[in-house]
């Protein structure tokens, strides 16, 4: 199979091109393909094409043509042209005969002098095209057709293609992947280059977008480019993956220089004032393809000169862009003057520009990579290897030359390669590169990609009113990091208003809104690159509180009367009335106003200050009322000897009963007279009973009481008497101040005696912990209990408030106070802990809060499970698949539950006991025959969700499958393992019922321990521990179903290490030399033997040295012996699995005698050693799989050495880049790199030399993966 990235090899050279034809002409498509012989098919709209009056087919060698005669609107749309498993897509789109008729206008005119075009007229942003000529895209589809998806190939459908866009546009790549055989989304990533991931690099001007489409079942993944820039341009690569596929695509960005709205002559451009009398026309805007060729230019600008220009310049014929390449650059200024080109310097920049042809460079062996990445504070290297090792570099950043000081920047020098180490890398060195070497330099981009910035500190939630400040402030982890600011999912800018204000502190981030509104409730986020924070601003409508209300007062003649009252907002003023009237101050009336508390003071009460007075806030619908009564003394004119009198009004009734709030001050003034001046006592009666409330007593009976006497001149109780009164002074009144105090008054001449009830009021005790229940995605109840003591005063209602269990800023849920003793809690955030608490609240104020909650987290039941489906069915069984929800919540997944139900009843069972945790199940143990419904729910810590219900009953009855083996590709081969090594042969099948699998051997029934074989319902392995010699051999597969069967075959070869060579003997030893020969080894391993390996020892230090490797031949000739040595010689065979165990050696040295001064050489005959070319092993045919490496090998023999001469289908491949050709001991090799369909053939390899000639011949034949 091909290897993963790489496109599989197409079967055709030349694919045809999209055209467009006028109406009535003839399209002519052209395609050639690698091989002739090749069947080709034309088709249109899925149907094949045959000759006849409308088409017409021909076939010559490897070209293959198309034509479409008398052409119409019916003709346009999508063709196709197949040849093997490759597929071309192309399109035919008609114009109007009109159209058509401009372009000869634009051709030659015959005979016009110098080559002349004839002076049409071309209107603007169009091209005509002669008939049968291609469009610019040559694979899209025509426009108003239909587009068809590509075929799939891997798992993209459609892959995305080369583009071309003019710097400064956009551009987006699209690539479409089939989903409906995923159980995941695939994971995709784009590239640039090599290796420059893109996902870093999102920003601005680069985005990656991803959907899905249900209806079509497929993923659509898209990169955009905005603003395109020169460095955009090059080769960029998707990557498709999923969990047992891969598949990739290649696709390069062509970034064309704009063009302005002048005319494109040369001469003409670089004029600085254009030539009166001219006439100009706007030409194509595409004729600017990355670097420009503005020798085509010239030559079509002439069409647009007047006769005037084209006598003021020079002929049309000469072209003086080639000019001005082949000149020197001492010329340049010759030339302009010469043919009328005055914008020198724009010349200079436009020949700067021209693409160069790219030669191999003469300084470097390797160059720079096309660019590096690297994490920020990390180092990188750029690494060059020069061919001149002593040559001298400079390496440029910006253009600028890089100082080599300090340790930021180290050049090292190895031999000739040149290493530039940029330590600590930070933003500032992101840039581009050069390395310069003499007149030489090559080029790269180094990327430093930021390290992600995490949040180290989230946001609190918030609450105000309308109007007020609102501040969030977060931290992140990186200093003057950017951050964004979201409201509810959108990005928040500074508006013109200054609604919003940002403010960075260190790495402190703070978002302020000035008047917070209605409108600015909701979620904001804080958002970085390495995550988010988010918090909620809940905004009320401005209320205002009202923490103490006046009370009544009953005061004396020329008593001080205070009204006193504390709103929850102390910048509100306020109006104090009088029956209704506006109370104006004055030296005895004075108004006050201290933080949140509003006094009026009334000095030297008189009977005319009786009134109802109110408080009214400025800006709210609110009004405190209270009633200031004037207590009349009565003066009774008595004789000289008056008996004591307490002077009060209804004295001892229910209405004296004197109420004060807790912690206020309380003072009992009695008026007395008596004479002489009676003695006051006072007494307070303690109850003896139950504390609670103050209620009215239905009997004096019900309580008993202890008189305590309260006589204290001094502390929180006081008593201060004289003539006229006698006032009790308590501070700060405690609930054990309340009661029935008794003023009795005494004098020789007799006694009075009043009673004074007091009440105390305070606020209500705090409620006990609140109770958390019905915990949903976003909400909860909360449910509390009334407080122990309610203070005196019934319960008005109950605040409610919540926080973050991690922060310490609690927040109100309500303005309004709740009558109940529950509330639904709503907009909370899932997976956020929260904890909440309560307050009550009476007449006199709010309680100290509750305890807080336990702590709780909204979580929400997951979604409904999607894509169930039935995978299988049998007599007893059903097996279910399905995907996880598309929503899952912040409280995960803790399985699954099966239910199933008979067709028309009502009651669900479960499938299996708990849940489930794979999302798959095979329901067992259910009745053959029933039509059953089945759902899965999904759950989690909230519950289940809602159920995935089957659209259609399920039969259980299974479906009658014929028996398939399905072998994979590396089985079909001959199967090669080494002894000792265990086998595991998979083999997956299909078939229903189960079906019975039977492996032999060579026809018989394999037996023995060492061979298990172990068979699933969808697959059977063959498994041997450690493989023997024994082993090897045929196996058959058979696959049987009643009267069914399938069979495959296997071939298992084992192969072990070769046998030591045998018979090792030297022939002959002269001079330096010694001849060896030997004979083969006995075993070579159940395998081919790839050579021997020779060794020597000299005999006195025995130490092994080896002289050949992989030597094919049985005899050889060991040179460069030293003379007077000894000399043991060993042989080692080898194969595929390794080296012989042992070795042949020689049993006694053979001695290198040294020459004697007398000794004569015998005389021989001299022998012809000249031999003929015989090939000892020709060619074999051979069948291999196209994109795989191949070799073809053979063995020669021949003296003097022959030449060698390799050729395909009688073409000599001696200069063929493609195939290298080797020679070794006489084995000749000849290597196919990655060979396609067209590289099959009949081979022929050639030996020559003066004794004659030889050949060999194989066939190859190159396999294209299915």
Known sequence: MPEPGKKPASAFSKK??????????????????????????????????????????????????????????????????????????????????????????????????????????????????????????PESPAPGCPSTPDDPIGLFVMRPQDGEVTAGGSITFSARVAGASLLKPPVVKWFKGKWVDLSSKVGQHLQLRDSYDRASKAYLFELHITDAQPSSAGGYRCEVATKDKFDSCNFSLTVHEAIGPGDLDLRSAFRRTSVAGGGRCTSEGHDDAGTLDFSSLLRKSSSFRTPREAKLEAPAEEDVWEILRQAAPSEYERLALQYGVTDLRGLLRRLKGIKRDERKSAAFQRKLEPAYQVRQGRKVRLTVELTD??????????????????????????????????????????????????????????????PPVLI???????????????????????????????????????????????????????????????????????????????????????????YQSIADLTVGARDQAVFKCEVSDENVRGVWLRNGKELVPDGRIKASHIGRVHKLTIDDVTPADEADYSFVPEGFACNLSAKLHFMEVKIDFVPRQEPPKIHLDCPGRSPDTIVVVAGNKLRLDVPISGDPAPTVIWQKSLTQGKKGPAREAPGDDEWVFDKKLLCETEGRVRVETTKERSVLTVAGAEKEDEGVYTVTVKNPVGEDQVNLTVKVIDVPDAPAAPLISDVGED???????????????????????????????????????????????????????????VYAVNAVGMSRPSPASRAFMPIGPPGEPTHLAVEDVTDTTVSLKWRSPERVGAGGLDGYSVEYQREGCSEWVEAVRGLTERPALLVKDLPTGARLLFRVRAHNVAGPGAPATTVEPVTVQEILQRPRLQLPRHLRQTIQRKVGEPVNLLIPFQGKPRPQVTWTKEGQPLAGEEVTIRTSPTDTILFIRAARRAHSGTYQVALRIDSMEDRTTLVLQVVDKPSPPQDIRVTEAWGFNVALEWKPPQDLGNTELWGYTVQKADSRSMEWFTVLEHYRRTHCVVSELVVGNGYYFRVFSHNMVGPSDGAAATREPVLIARPGGAYEPPSHKALDFDEAPRFTRPLVDRSVIAGYNAA????????????????????????DARFRMFSKQGVLTLEIRKPCPFDGGVYVCRATNPQGEAQCQCRLEVRVPQ
């Not at 203070?791 to 609690?810: A, D, F």
């Not at 073809?1192 to 200069?1215: E, H, Q, T, Y």
């Open 1192 to 1215: 073809l090998c053979c063995a020669v023999r021949a003296s003097p050495k022959p030449k060698i001469s390799w050729f395909k289908n009688g073409m000599d491949l001696g200069g």
């Open 456 to 546: 180290t500190r989230a946001l609190e939630d918030q609450l105000a009113t309308v109007g007020q400040r609102v501040e969030f402030e977060g931290e992140v982890s990186e200093e003057g990091a950017a951050v964004k600011w979201l409201k509810d999912g959108v990005e928040l800018t500074r508006e013109e208003t200054f609604k919003y204000r940002f403010k960075k502190d260190g790495r402190r981030h703070h978002l302020i809104i000035h008047e917070a509104t209605l409108e600015d409730a909701g979620h904001y986020a804080l958002r970085a690159s390495g995550g988010q924070a988010l918090a909620e601003l809940i905004v009320q409508e401005k209320k205002l509180e009202v």
């Open 16 to 137: 045809p091109q999209s055209a467009e034809v006028a109406a009535g002409g003839t399209a002519v498509f052209e395609a050639e393909t690698e091989r002739a012989g090749l069947k080709v098919r034309w088709q249109r709209a899925g149907s094949d094409i045959s000759t006849g009056d409308k088409y017409s087919l021909a076939t010559e060698g490897t070209k293959h043509t198309l034509a479409v005669r008398d052409v119409g609107p019916a003709d346009q749309g999508p063709y196709t042209v197949i040849a093997g498993s490759s597929k071309v897509k192309f399109d035919l789109k008609v114009t109007e005969a009109e159209t058509a008729e401009i372009a000869p206008a634009a051709t030659e005119a015959p005979g016009a002098p110098g080559g002349a075009l004839a002076p049409a007229a071309e209107p603007e942003g169009s091209s005509a095209r002669p008939e049968g000529s291609s469009s610019a895209a």
């Open 779 to 837: 909400s909860c109840t909360v449910r509390w209990e009334p407080p122990a003591h309610d203070g005196g005063q019934p319960v008005l209602g109950y605040i409610l408030e919540r926080k973050k269990k991690k922060s310490y800023r609690w927040m109100r849920l309500n303005f309004d106070l709740l009558r109940g003793l529950s509330h639904e809690a709503r907009r909370m955030i899932e997976g956020v802990a929260y904890e909440m608490r």
């Open 389 to 450: 090792p002593d040559a001298e570099v400079k390496w440029l950043k910006n253009g600028q030359e890089i100082q080599m000081s300090g340790s930021k920047y180290i050049c090292e020098c190895a031999g000739g390669r040149r290493t530039l180490t940029i330590t600590q890398c930070s933003l500032a060195d992101d840039a581009a590169y050069q390395c310069v070497a003499g007149g030489d330099r090559c080029s790269t981009e180094l990327f430093v990609q930021e």
